[in-house]
């Protein structure tokens, strides 16, 4: 079993930075692929950001490309995801996830066997 927990969320202006950790206890998350996914208010959850567990790959929603980065250094613990250029629209819940089933990382969060509780990045209008 492996416990996920988000942290790194908060309340920032628009054009703003935010970089979310995601620390894993259980079972070595190196082995695991790791996804971030945001659910806004009446909104169904959309994928974010992928990574292989070797960090070699990387999987990104166009609507996030080249404003928000996905890495993780296996030598320690946590995955993060740095997001730049923040705007309303990224206002939501944010979860990261681990999957066994997919090494290389994957869109689908159904691939995804466990789940962060989120947390929360505001960006006000």
Request: proline letters at 4%.
């Amino acid at each position: 079993q492996v416990q996920l927990v988000e942290s790194g969320g908060g309340l920032v202006q628009a054009g703003g930075s935010l970089r979310l950790s995601c620390t894993a206890s259980g079972r070595t998350f190196s082995n695991y692929a790791t996804g971030w996914f945001r659910q806004a208010p009446g909104k169904k959850r959309e994928f974010v950001a992928a990574i292989s567990w070797s960090a070699a790959t990387t999987h990104y929603a166009a609507s996030v490309k080249g404003r928000f980065t996905i890495s993780r250094d296996n030598a320690k613990n946590p995955v993060y995801l740095q997001m730049n250029s923040l705007n309303p629209e990224d206002t939501a819940v944010y979860y990261c996830a681990a999957s066994t089933t997919a090494p290389g990382g994957t869109i689908w969060a159904s691939e995804y066997g466990f789940w962060g509780q989120g947390t929360q990045v505001t960006v006000p209008a």
